[in-house]
């Protein structure tokens, strides 16, 4: 990777914080240092980062809670200073971190507007130019000249949200900030970051939401109790986040150490190519079968969760009359299934499928009963077959299904067994296809000629 297209670049970068027991051990250990004892504990926050960010990516920050993702932005955005390592950051950088931080609440919504526009490093000339847009943009109506303690919630993170978004930045770093406000307000804000993405900005991005991330992301790091365990292309690093995630306690010791002696030995270019690129293509004509044909080479990449009382098998699509295939024809109806085999007894169980993209972003699914249904009692030693039929509606391209089961365990809906990208399957192009996007809607266009007779 050229370092001239680095827009950041960590070298080795370690946090470490003291954390007291008590309040008053602060201040002994001000006043006397450890010349009797030692007043702290170290506490790891970060251990030696190494992580460089191209310039015009994006990049999404995944892991569970406490594995470091705030305080590495933190580090990034120069809130902390890192106890080892250097950070190198080229371009101007515009937080999202807590939202409405420099806030005045005693202040007018107008008057945050320049206070706040100044903490992000614009002159007074700059927010002025900008003051329309940002307004617009909030959509608070008349209470602009009221003071925000007066405001909601909602229209306090709208106001704060449209200040930051506006700085044009060369560098925006985001921390779940986009999980607040309602359902429109969140897809204006993700155009107005894809417009800066298109801009050229460098993006870095922290959440919780996995489709998101997928959808978003060029490429995602996974923190883990602060240290970095993989790096790559969306759909891969997602996959192992969620295998640790869901991995039962006893078991995510070894897991993780699986994925950091793999990253270990593949480097920070291990998948940093697109999985598109690596997907083979078919050496068969697409006119085999009317309703599709079974390609060999399209093989995915299981990835297969600790079991915890079934285990899936034979999963794959299938045609109306019982044919496997693959390579599937848009508008046609198939047949998604799979079979689950128990070894324990658990109630309430039900079975669910979802497709994806490449990248990992879920289209749709199904599951078999709705929460607090299913079936009542599946006993040890019991086969299920299930079955998802479904009509392809897709546009040309490659994508995914997962398979899970769901059951009750001490009172509690778990995972009994789960596979990622348990079946692969590519739609055939149609030229005569008028829909546009991923998924077609079957909408119906109506085009009316108007003659004027006057």
Partial sequence: ????????????????????????????????GTRWRTWHRDFHALSRIDLEIRRGETLGIIGRNGSGKSTLLQIICGILTPSEGTVEANGRIAALLELGAGFNPEFTGR?????????????????????????????????????????????FIRLAFAVAIHV????????????????????KCYARIQRIRENGATVLFVSHSAGTVAELCDRVALLDAGELIALGAPKPVISRYHRLLYAPASEAPAIRAQMLAEFAR??????????????????????SGGDGFFDPTLVPGTLRYAAQGAHIEDAAIRTDDGRVVNVLRAGRHY??????????TVS??????????????????????VHGQG????????????????????????????????????????????????????????????????????????????????
């Fill in 1 to 32: 990777m050229s370092s001239d297209r680095a827009a950041i670049r960590l070298h080795g970068v370690a946090k470490t914080f003291s954390i007291y027991e008590r309040p008053h051990h602060r201040l002994l250990a001000a006043l006397f």
């Fill in 111 to 155: 008057e945050n507007v320049y206070l706040n526009g100044a903490v992000l490093g614009l002159t007074r000339e700059e927010v002025e130019a900008r003051f329309d847009a940002i307004v617009a943009f909030a959509d608070v109506g008349p209470f602009m000249d009221q003071p925000v303690k007066t405001f909601s919630s909602g229209m």
């Fill in 168 to 187: 044009d930045p060369e560098i925006l770093v985001i921390d779940e900030a986009l999980a607040v406000g309602d359902e429109a307000f969140q897809r």
């Fill in 266 to 287: 593949a480097g920070e270019d291990h998948a940093s190519a697109s999985p598109a690129a690596h997907l083979p293509a078919s050496p068969a004509s697409e006119e």
């Fill in 335 to 344: 047949v998604y299934s799979y079979r689950a085999r128990f070894d324990r």
């Fill in 348 to 369: 309430l169980v039900r079975f669910g499928m979802m497709i994806r993209t490449v990248s990992g972003l879920e289209l749709g699914g199904a599951a078999s009963a």
């Fill in 375 to 454: 079936l009542d009692l599946v006993d040890a030693g019991s086969e299920v077959s299930v079955r998802f039929r479904f009509r392809c509606q897709l546009a040309a391209g490659t994508y995914f299904l997962n398979a899970g089961v769901l059951g009750r365990l001490a009172e509690e809906e778990l995972f009994l067994g789960r596979l990622v990208d348990a079946a692969m399957f590519r739609v055939m192009p149609d030229a005569e296809r008028l829909a546009t996007g991923l998924v077609d809607f079957e909408v119906e266009p109506t085009v009316d000629i108007e003659v004027d007779v006057t």
